[in-house]
């Protein structure tokens, strides 16, 4: 099997080629504009394996596809900060919903699928509208929701999105449109993260502890997520890969499936410190950021009984994992 991975330095990216590499008897191309902090480090990796690797812009990616012929395309390139699209939301425009159809027009001429991230974001503010429950360390839904979640039918529409919800969303559509499965991510981590204020906080707050630095949390720090372990992650990818190119599984191609760790993996910013050491009288707060959700998990039964798969890290497992890694990994 033949797998392109946009965004290939990335975290995500990162993972699924070492993983691809791992199982053997694939031929891989990552591209990336290394644009993201730590994806350089990320390349040395891949190059210690043998992982080819392309430095290219996104928009010149669609260029490559009918050399390489790929079997399948894991689209995961992203402008990935929900701030920044704020700030930039025609840059961010450019990237996540230009850059996507692109991939999904060059990909569908040589009938590949295109397997792609997308968010829990594209639920925008109607996740901010349902009942929720306070408790001493997190917030949770009330109702019939709580324990259970989002699941695919929650609507996307009538609500505030952010320039990131709704640019990932024009990115979803096109690749269900033309065949393609959206995932969409809650919360993932693992190795090959690096964390910033504004994406993969487990990782950021991590680097934070381990470097003594103040820890900023933005809003009340009850805010929950399911986390889900990269490992989990790309099981999941793998499966979707293999269905739909060796079992032919046809029904699965223009689906969404929401993707995270589930109830049993919910964390909060409070329960994260604590976990690691840190109590509230400790941190900083300053106000909540736009569109932040304070309750979001999500119903991951579809994807669990489409392609036979689940979450096998526990957060507390992969939390120490992950811990352990950003220690190893200071120069990141
Ligand atoms: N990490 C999460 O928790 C999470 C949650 C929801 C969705 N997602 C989605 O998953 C995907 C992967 O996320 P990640 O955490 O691995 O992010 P990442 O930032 O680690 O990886 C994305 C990679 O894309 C590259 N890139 C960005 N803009 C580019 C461009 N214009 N041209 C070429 N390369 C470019 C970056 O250099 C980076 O290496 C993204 O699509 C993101 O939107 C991630």
Redesign the pocket.
């Known amino acids: 099997m033949r797998a392109l991975i946009?965004?290939?330095?990335?975290?995500?990216?990162?993972?699924l080629a070492l993983k691809l590499a791992e199982i053997g008897n694939q031929e891989i191309l990552t591209?990336?504009?290394?644009?993201?902090r730590?994806?350089e480090f990320?390349l040395e990796t891949l190059q210690s394996k043998d992982i080819s690797f392309k430095k290219?812009?996104?928009?010149?990616?669609p260029g490559l596809i009918p050399y390489f012929k790929p079997d399948v395309v894991y689209?995961?390139?992203?402008?990935?900060a929900v701030t920044d699209s704020v700030t930039s939301p025609k840059r961010d425009f450019?990237?996540?919903a230009k850059?996507t159809i692109d991939i999904v027009l060059a990909a569908r001429e040589i009938l590949a699928p295109v397997i792609?991230?997308?968010?829990?974001?594209v639920f925008g503010d109607n996740v901010n509208e349902l009942p929720l429950e306070e408790f001493k360390t997190r917030w949770d839904f009330q109702g019939e929701l709580k324990g259970k979640g989002i699941n695919e039918d929650f609507s996307i529409d009538s609500s505030h999105h952010t320039p990131?919800g709704i640019s990932?969303l024009v990115?979803e559509m096109y690749v269900r449109e033309y065949g393609g499965i959206a995932?969409?991510?809650?919360?993932?981590?693992g190795p090959?993260?690096?964390g910033i204020v504004d994406?993969?906080w487990l990782s950021h707050i991590a680097k934070k502890i381990i470097a003594g630095e103040k820890i900023t949390i933005y809003g009340d720090g009850k805010q929950i997520r399911d986390?889900?372990h990269?490992d989990d992650a790309i099981d999941l990818f793998i499966k979707q890969g293999k269905a739909i190119i060796s079992q032919g599984k046809e029904e699965f191609q223009g689906q969404a499936y929401n993707v995270g760790g589930g109830y049993e993996n919910t964390i909060s910013l409070l329960e994260l410190c604590s976990m690691w050491g840190k109590e509230k009288k400790e941190l900083n707060f300053e106000n909540w950021r736009p569109a932040d959700q304070k309750v979001f998990y999500c119903d991951i039964s579809k994807a669990q009984e489409h392609f036979d798969w689940k979450p096998q890290v526990g957060y507390k497992q992969g939390i120490d994992q992950l811990y352990q890694w950003t220690k190893e990994n200071q120069h990141i």
Do not use: P, W
């Not at 689209?75 to 990935?80: G, P, R, S, Y």
């Not at 995932?183 to 981590?189: G, P």
């Open positions: 946009t965004g290939g330095a990335g975290f995500i990216g990162t993972n591209t990336d504009n290394l644009s993201r730590g994806s990320n290219s812009e996104l928009e010149d990616v689209h995961f390139a992203a402008q990935v450019d990237i996540n850059g792609y991230t997308s968010t829990n974001k990131y990932k990115g995932n969409r991510c809650s919360c993932m981590y090959h993260q690096n994406q993969g986390v889900l990269s």
